[in-house]
C-alpha cells in the first residue's frame, strides 16, 4: 500500500486531556494506525516508552517506518486490542496512558482494496485483521435473511432493513454479489427512490453493520476497555475517540460503572433495555471489578472536533472524546 498523508482526530485534545499524568512512563497505542496520535505523545513526553498495537498487519508496517526516529521506545504488536490487554494484565504491567481511536482509519477506504469503500469494485472483505475471522462476503454467504435484518438493525441501525436484508439474499442466491459497488449499488436500488441521490449514500449504514459484525467490532471496545481500566496505573488515563453512536454508548456506560461505584446495579439496570440488548455488560465481570477501581472523569462531556478541524478533516466531524483517570 502507498499510504497518503493522515490527519490524526482531535490531536491537540487528546493530548491536552491526556497530559494530566505526571511523568508517564508506558503509554499503550490500542489502535496505531499511521502512529498519528503515538507520535505526538513520544514527542511531548521525551521518557515516553509506547507499545503500539494493531489488528491491520500493514498499518502496523508503515507505522513502524514512521516510528522510526523513536525504535528504541517503541514496541508495535499486531492483535486486536481485547486480546492484547487480556495477556496484557496476565503480566502484571501496568501503563500510565491508554488511548483507543476507533474504527477504521481513511487509508482503509481509499487504500487496503478489501472492500471498505463503497465506491470501489473490491470484493467485500473487510477484514481489518485479514490472517483470521470470515469475510464480509462469507459472512452474507452463511446468513440467513432474518440474521441479516437483525445485524442491519443492531449495527446499522437501517430503517430498511428487511427490503435491504431480502435484496441482498436474492442477488446472493442468483451469485451477483461479490464486491463493495455490486452491494452499494443494490442498496441504492433498494431505498425508497427520494433516498438515493443525497448527500449520504444509502448503502453507508448497511457497510457499517458489515464491517462492525465482521470484526466484533463492539464485543471487542466492551472486552478491550473492561481490561484497559484495569491495566491503568494509579492517576493514568484512557482516553478513546469514538465515531458512532454505538460505540461511544459503550464506553461512556463502561467509564462509568466505574465512576458512579454506589449506583452501578441501579444504573445497569434502569438502561434502557433497548442498550442494554445490543451492547450486553458482564454484570459479574464488572461487579468483581467494581470492588478494586475507581475512575474520574476528565471530561463530564464527550470533546468534539472544533469547526476549523471539521473544515480541514471532515472525517472528525462525529468523533467524541471521552477520558477517565483512574483513582485508586
Ligand atoms: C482511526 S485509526 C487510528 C489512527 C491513529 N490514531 C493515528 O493517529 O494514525 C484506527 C486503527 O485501529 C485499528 N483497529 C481498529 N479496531 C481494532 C481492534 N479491535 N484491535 C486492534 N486494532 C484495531 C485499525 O486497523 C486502524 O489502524
Known sequence: MVMYGHTPVLLKETLDVLSKVQEPALMIDATLGLAGHAIAFLEHFPRLSLIGVDADASMLEEAEKRLFAY?????????????????????????????FDLGVSMVHFKEARRGFSLMEDEVLDMRLNTTTGRTALQLIEMSTERGLVHMLRLYGEEQFAVPIARAIIKARDNHELRTARELAELVKQTVPARLRYGKIHPATKTFQALRIAVNDELGRVERALDQAIHALSKHGCIGVISFHSLEDRIVKQTFMKYVEKKSVNKYAEQKSSKTLQKTPISPMGAQTNLDKVELELLVKKPITASHEEVKQNPASRSAKLRAVMRKG
Open 71 to 99: 525504535k528504541e521506545r517503541c514496541t508495535l504488536v499486531h492483535q486486536f486490542f481485547d486480546e492484547f490487554f487480556l495477556n496484557f494484565n496476565k503480566g502484571g504491567q501496568k501503563a500510565d496512558i491508554i488511548l
